[in-house]
């Protein structure tokens, strides 16, 4: 029995855990509201708030895609659909929307109005960048953006002169018109729901973290399987610095992780590239854990920790161990976890001072698309010389491509040339197939074109034009 509440009621059910929650709402609590688009977690048109309570007992929400997203995730949470924010009147984000013409057919708009509803909840300065990177995942075909970014600006200014003590957030949300009254006493109500869990016991369940690439993948096989959601695993929801290394449980999401004071400390690029990764609907419920395991050739995760020399635990059968991620792809889609066991957790060793990284990624669309080819590379430098150089390639083999037999280029000076053999040697190393995102040969030229990229951010060292260059 799964138990929830949903807006200001508290509901049991006993559907099946793998019940994706946009079909919930829609077909059995006739909540129309919530919109499904692409049904693939790309358009932001189902967005919901799915908050839960914190050791302390304080409650944070978190704006996720329905349509991707079982009822087992949610158990034991609050869950909050357009209908859940409406009042006798607009609200204060939907009268902004209102005001500024940010509303033609209206079928993202409650999307819309959720990611700003947990843009006013989540943000600690309310700044404006911040509700633009809420709205990251909602995709409006007919108003266009400027009137929906001009309201975003004005809620923008608007909370700004409210106090942003976060432990009075509900309270100055509440005051401010954003939230109905019964959220007051959501927080209480969740402490007495008493959910157990919503996890099979059987050794063979199926791993669900935060189902963005399972639930998009066999959504109709899962609403029939034994699932083991790992977001109940509170124990493996931590980032931790642990001597020259930092440790992240496998229940964290990206988002947690880009905004995590020690990752933004030690690796601050981050919180930047993991942007590309997907919207924030996505980000609020991926996890580098399933990033991992997903083995994709392109993962963009996997790719950015390759280079970063990360390894992983790995928890089950009995035993725990280590092994490097380098080691970890056998073939496409085949790598070294048997059945039983599950990653614990991430390590990522600290960069020593003066080592440099940078990631590439070449996509369609910047957020919200799958690359074509990415890459990251770690390099230590002597001078001007090379003296250490790690490169991981996705996109371009059947797994998440460490390229090996770089030693022979320490020592060698940074200069054009280096760079221009280095691609070159590259691109001799990859074997990359025709498909959807580009053919085979287009890939080779993006990868030897993101070696460039990678040394032309890092040292300046562009590709040559042609001659003199
Ligand atoms: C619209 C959209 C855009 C996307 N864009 C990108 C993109 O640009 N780049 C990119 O890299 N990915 C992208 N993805 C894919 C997906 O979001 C990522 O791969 C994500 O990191 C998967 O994490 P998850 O926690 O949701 O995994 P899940 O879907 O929960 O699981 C993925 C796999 O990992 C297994 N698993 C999960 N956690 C563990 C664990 N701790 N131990 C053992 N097995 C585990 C699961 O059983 C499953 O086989 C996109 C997905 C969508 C829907
Ligand atoms: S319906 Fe498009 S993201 Fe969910
Ligand atoms: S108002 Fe029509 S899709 Fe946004």
Avoid: W
């Avoid at 790309?42 to 895609?65: H, R, W």
């Avoid at 016991?201 to 899962?222: E, M, N, W």
């Avoid at 054009?416 to 040969?441: C, F, H, M, W």
């Amino acid at each position: 029995m799964l138990k929830f509440i949903v807006n200001d009621k508290i509901l049991e059910t006993n559907a099946h855990p793998g019940t994706i929650l946009i079909d919930y709402l829609r077909d059995e609590l006739k909540l129309y509201g919530t919109k499904e688009g692409c049904k693939e977690g790309e358009c932001g048109a189902c967005t919901v708030l799915a908050g839960t309570l914190d050791d302390k007992g304080n409650i944070s929400y978190k704006s996720v895609a329905s349509c991707i997203l079982p009822i087992g995730d949610v158990n034991g949470s609050h869950i909050v659909s357009i209908e859940g924010v409406n009042q006798e009147e607009l609200n204060t984000i939907q009268k902004a929307i209102f005001d500024y013409s940010a509303s033609q057919c209206g079928f993202c708009t409650p999307g819309i109005v959720l990611s700003l509803t947990y843009f006013a909840l989540s943000s600690s300065e309310f700044s404006y960048k911040d509700a633009e990177d809420a709205l990251d995942g909602n995709l409006c075909r007919c108003t266009g953006y400027v009137a929906i970014r001009n309201a975003a600006k004005a809620l923008s200014d608007l909370l700004k002169t409210k106090s942003r003590d976060m432990n009075k957030r509900i309270d100055v949300l509440l005051e401010a018109g954003v939230l109905p009254s019964y959220f007051a006493q959501i927080p209480q109500k969740l402490k007495k729901l008493n959910a157990s869990s919503a996890s099979s016991p059987s050794a063979k369940a199926r791993i669900i973290a935060g189902g963005t690439d399972l639930f998009v993948q066999i959504p109709d096989q899962l609403v029939e399987s034994d699932l083991k959601f790992i977001s109940e695993r509170k124990d493996l929801n931590y980032i931790r610095v642990d001597g020259n290394c930092i440790r992240i449980g496998a229940a964290t999401s990206l988002e947690d992780f880009r905004n995590s004071c020690a990752v933004n400390k030690y690796f601050p690029f981050m919180k930047d590239d993991v942007l590309l990764h997907s919207s924030m609907i996505l980000r609020n419920k991926a996890t580098l854990a399933g990033n991992i395991v997903n083995a994709s050739p392109i993962g963009d995760i996997t790719i950015m920790l390759l280079a970063l020399n990360a390894s992983i635990v790995i928890d089950g059968n009995g035993k725990t161990r280590e092994i490097a991620l380098d080691k970890f792809y056998k073939d496409y889609k085949k790598f070294d976890l048997s059945e039983g066991e599950i990653i614990k957790e991430i390590l990522v060793p600290f960069m020593n001072e003066g080592v440099l990284y940078n990631f590439e990624k070449v996509s369609n669309r910047k957020i919200l698309d799958i690359a074509a080819v990415n890459s990251s590379i770690l390099i230590e430098t002597n001078g001007m010389d090379i003296a250490a150089l790690r490169i991981s390639a996705g996109g371009v083999a059947s797994i998440p491509l460490m390229i090996g037999g770089l030693d022979n280029f320490r020592g060698k000076e940074i200069s054009y040339e280096t760079v221009n053999k280095l691609a070159e040697y590259v691109v001799s190393q990859v074997a990359p197939i025709d498909d959807v995102r580009g053919s085979a040969n287009y890939k080779k030229l993006l990868i030897r074109q993101l070696i460039f990229a990678h040394f032309n951010k890092l040292f300046g060292v562009k590709v040559c034009a042609g001659e003199g260059c």
